[in-house]
């Protein structure tokens, strides 16, 4: 158990719907990270915040918008859904920034949109 | 842009084989470099990490060591378990770039 927890664990929904995805990050972590697992596209980077602030943007669409909260737990949005959403979405955390910190992953949300 | 290369799968061993997964990857800077495991059905974990040239991460018996000079942190173990078979992610952190770069995974299967 890395200490990320993710909800829900599995969303089915249906084109142009919108959905959120929850993270709350490891106790006293500051920086919360957003994946997206394909079979097409592998592991792919979203988007980070850091204490609340939005600090890099990965491959992420206009449709997808993330907020970290005060509480430092973390919602994913996305919205008008299309079949090529459906993927296993990974939220992680991390104590700091620098590059040797180490991230932890939670178990995933699987989204599939019918 | 970063990037990371690692061996296509499936890999299938039979228990205590020898296993490598080879890793190469492009980053500018000096990045560190990670494995991580994703068992079936499960979320991602740290496998083991190195942080600069010449460092050797080990856990749980695998190892691989941060060569800078061609630009490769190879996964080994000397004999596998069935409970090894996952999938495998070479990933490095570089830079300014506070991202997770993920090769494409390689799907190992340990047969008893």
């Known amino acids: 158990d890395s200490g990320v927890t993710q909800t829900p664990k599995h969303l089915i929904t249906a084109t142009g719907q919108r959905v959120t995805l929850r993270c709350s990050p490891r106790s006293g972590d500051l920086s919360v990270y957003w994946y997206q697992q394909s079979l097409d596209q592998g592991l792919q980077f979203l988007i980070q915040?850091?204490?609340?602030?939005?600090?890099a943007k990965g491959n992420i669409l206009e449709r997808f918008s993330a907020q970290q909260f005060p509480d430092l737990h973390s919602e994913l949005n996305l919205s008008s859904l299309e079949l090529g959403d459906s993927a296993l979405y990974f939220c992680?955390?991390?104590?700091?920034?620098?590059?040797?910190?180490?991230?932890?992953f939670g178990p995933g949300t699987r989204l599939t949109v019918t | 842009g970063d990037s990371v290369t690692q061996m296509e799968g499936p890999v299938t061993l039979s228990e205590e084989a020898f296993l490598t997964i080879n890793c190469t990857y492009t980053?500018?800077?000096?990045?560190?470099l990670f494995w991580y495991v994703q068992y079936p059905g499960e979320g991602l974990q740290l496998l083991l990490k190195a942080t600069k040239a010449d460092d050797k991460g080990s856990n749980k018996g695998f190892e691989a060591t941060y060569r800078k000079e061609t630009t490769s942190f190879h996964l080994e173990k000397g004999s596998v378990q069935v409970s090894d078979s996952a999938v495998y992610f070479c990933?490095?952190?570089?830079?300014?770039?506070?991202?997770?770069?993920f090769g494409k995974g390689t799907l190992l299967t340990v047969n008893p």
């Open positions: 980053a500018t800077g000096y990045p560190s």
């Open positions: 992680a955390s991390s104590t700091g920034q620098g590059r040797s910190y180490e991230q932890y």
């Open positions: 990933a490095l952190r570089g830079g300014s770039n506070y991202k997770l770069t």
């Open positions: 915040y850091y204490n609340g602030e939005e600090r």
